[in-house]
């Protein structure tokens, strides 16, 4: 067989049943191989929004998502969706192509250091210069993917190397077993846990697998301990929980925080500082435990006292029986807050004007949607109202990206989402400027089939940064833009579109397309002069003496 055989046969031995990409003529030998092979092959616009749609993959999955593209432009094209799953902890493997190593005719045309420019974006980046060796770097590529933090990997495949004649075959795989964290670790957190007055849990986004949310649930129903969540860790365990005080959205100020300023120890399970800061620790009394596969960054809002380092899941099974005995001493106040929050966050739906306010639109869409459904977001200001408001019923119910943070991921993501998951209703909200990012994509869902939902919120213009520019009290420039007839925009690619022009229509026209099949578009006009009214205002004036 040739190099490129070889390669499919070792991705298919590592169980890959789908490549997301765009080929190039240097993938061609790659391509034929393909073809004959049980993979199937999901064909993008645009290789960011491969990458995505992988790094979702890999997400949901805990298996890394796979993603092709070609040499120079193809592969710098790749460099946002490798740094989203870097960031983000997603387990890609991203594959470009190259000209021949030993023998070319087209001089340095197209020819860039790919290999250097993944290098600090990547957990492996490599350049295959024998056939030979593509098992064991596929092999090795699959485990360093998902050892400890989860992440991207990179192999570049030379257009010679993958039509060299070879015999080989690929590598038994094999299963990891993860490091558990010393029992001196475990007990001293739990005896941090039992002084403490009022200790309180953080989950995070290496929290948010499928081994560990059921012992992280188990945990919190045996302790009783309260519980909030970082943005990425939204889902861990059911928000409807009783001992949930809700998201991190803010980094301060929030109802939450009035129950973070009082906690004197911390929980921080599978929290890592790329993700935005959920507090800002101080040097007083306040003790954090980082609970993690790996030691934590330490930076200047983020310095723990103590750490337990090993598989996440087999520590929370440990710490649980360690804490046999515990029960919360004085979680009086911690209750207090819980209906705080839940009156003044999870309950309010916003006035009932047009356009809708955020909160309203988060209202409608979890009153609508059912407890199985995934939503995916775009990076705007909306996300900080779903991610406060919006109650996540099961792990990644919420898919949200908040270490990264990047614009365009919306949609590529809700596709990503649906092909894994194609029993259950998804759908992806993004503003008006981050679903033009990628919004070609449309085309890619309309040719798969799929039935999807995308919610765009039209402020017609750059609204997050809007509110950072007016909280620093300049005046509101160079942020506003144009945009398409979205109705006509969606029609053109073959999806059906609908425009909310009037109150209380949203939720029925949601309900149609959640019921219909096909893609739809749903475009809905949105008020953010909520903001300053929450934000600056209420939040400000809010005092914690509840």
Known sequence: MNGAELLIQCLENEGVTTIFGIPGEENLAFLEALRTSNIRLILTRHEQAAGFMAATYGRLTGKPGVCLSTLGPG???????????LLGGMPVVFITGQKPIKKSKQGR??????????????????????????????????????????????????????????EAIPFPKTNLTYPVAAREAILNAAQLIKEAAFPLVLFGAAANRQRICPLAKELIEKTGLYFFTTQMGKGVI????????????????????????????????????????????????????????APADIDEVYFPQHEV????????????????????????????IHKEINDHVFQDQGHDCFPNTPQRIVSDIKKTVDNSSIVSLDNGMYKIWFAR????????????????????????VAIGAKLVHPERQVIAVCGDGGFMMNSQELETAVRLTLDLVVIILRDNGYGMIKWKQQGMDFPIFGLDFGNPDFIQYAESYGAHGYRISENGTFPDQL??????A???????????????????????NKTCLF
Request: overall charge negative; aromatic content about 8%.
């Open 75 to 85: 592969a710098t094209n790749f460099v946002t969706a490798v740094s989203y799953g």
């Open 109 to 166: 045309f197209q020819i860039l250091d790919v290999v250097s420019m993944m290098e600090p974006l990547t957990k492996f980046t490599k350049q295959v210069v024998n056939a030979g060796t593509i098992p064991a770097m596929i092999r090795d590529m699959f485990r360093i993917a998902v050892n400890g933090k989860s992440g991207p990997v990179h192999m570049e495949l030379p257009e010679d190397i993958a039509a060299e004649e070879i």
């Open 238 to 293: 059911d928000e409807h929980s009783p001992n949930c005080l809700g998201t991190a959205a803010l980094s301060d100020s929030d109802y939450l925080h009035c129950a973070i300023d009082r906690a004197d120890v911390i929980i921080n399970i599978g929290y890592d500082v790329v993700e935005k800061p959920p507090f800002f620790m101080n040097h007083g009394t306040m003790k954090v435990i980082h609970i993690h596969f």
């Open 309 to 336: 380092l090993g598989d996440i899941a087999a520590t929370l099974l440990a710490l649980k029986d360690a804490l046999s005995d515990f029960s919360p001493s004085n979680d009086t106040f911690f209750h207090r």
């Open 389 to 412: 408001n919006y109650k996540a019923t099961h792990s990644h119910s919420l898919l949200l990206d908040n270490a990264l943070a990047t614009m365009g991921a919306g949609l590529p």
């Open 511 to 516: 309900n149609h397309c959640l019921n219909t």
């Open 518 to 540: 096909g893609v739809h578009l749903i475009e809905v006009p949105v008020d953010y002069s909520e903001n300053e009214k929450v934000f600056f205002k209420e939040l400000k």
